[in-house]
């Protein structure tokens, strides 16, 4: 079964600091991984995204980093703030075995906590 | 505003019981989803439908059925075969099924007693 490694399960930082969550994929056929935030009782919503081509892709605080031949990804979040703390999932991509559906497949998450 | 509903936001039913979560969208996808998220598991495909009329077991579909009578619905029935229904259910659609792009609703947790 396709797999998504996340860690740590829960991180806690210090308001100004950096978080970093950590994700490691096993299936070459993965060419998409977006992480996705999420705050208690809603929906996750797409946050930033990477395709395997580069090696890293920044928007705002927040940044990619990929070693396609680790096979592994993590996401940096800069100046972490309190209104950043949520569950944050990475995600892999690839199109179904079956068709030309893509599917995700989801990392187990990672609670951040913001001190202020 | 364009995007997806859930409703509702609570459910609790009966052990036994079969329970329709319903999830609409105005976003004018093709392709809709329906996730099962627990504590410490992430998220998991229960079922997705890439067209109306269409719909595909996902990686835990046993104990779930769906329907795709139109684009802008994509109900999901938890059955009583369903051995742990207790959790939080998550629509999602994208623009078609190839697309990258998925766009969550808020979410039904169920709780069955």
């Known amino acids: 079964q396709q797999q998504v490694k996340q860690s740590p399960q829960s991180l806690i930082v210090q308001k100004g600091g950096i978080s970093i969550i950590n994700c490691a994929y096993e299936?070459?056929?993965?060419?998409?991984f977006p992480w996705y935030q999420q705050f208690p009782g809603k929906g996750p919503a797409l946050l930033i995204a990477?395709?395997?081509?580069?090696s890293e892709k920044k928007e705002g605080r927040f940044t990619i980093s990929f070693n396609k031949s680790a096979k592994q990804f993590s996401l940096h979040i800069m100046d972490s703030q309190p209104g950043d703390s949520a569950t944050y999932f990475c995600?892999?991509?690839?199109?179904?075995?079956?068709?030309?559906?893509?599917?995700?497949?989801f990392g187990s998450g990672t609670q951040l906590t913001v001190l202020p | 505003d364009g995007g997806i509903t859930q409703s509702p936001k609570y459910l609790f039913r009966k052990e036994g019981q079969n329970v329709t979560l319903s999830c609409e969208q105005n976003?004018?996808?093709?392709?809709m989803y329906w996730y099962r998220q627990d504590p410490g598991q992430g998220l998991r495909l229960i079922y997705y439908?890439?067209?109306?009329?269409?719909?595909q077991k996902g990686d835990i579909a046993e104990g779930y059925s769906v329907s795709r009578e139109k684009k802008e619905s994509f109900p999901l029935t938890v059955t009583s075969a369903q051995k742990n229904p207790t959790a939080f259910y998550l629509c999602?659609?994208?623009?078609?099924?190839?697309?990258?792009?998925?766009?969550f609703g808020p979410g039904t947790r169920l709780t069955v007693l």
């Open positions: 999602a659609s994208s623009i078609s099924a190839g697309d990258n792009e998925q766009f």
């Open positions: 299936n070459t056929a993965f060419d998409y």
């Open positions: 990477i395709r395997p081509d580069v």
């Open positions: 995600a892999a991509q690839a199109v179904f075995s079956s068709g030309s559906a893509r599917q995700l497949t």
């Open positions: 976003l004018n996808h093709d392709a």
């Open positions: 439908s890439q067209i109306v009329n269409d719909f």
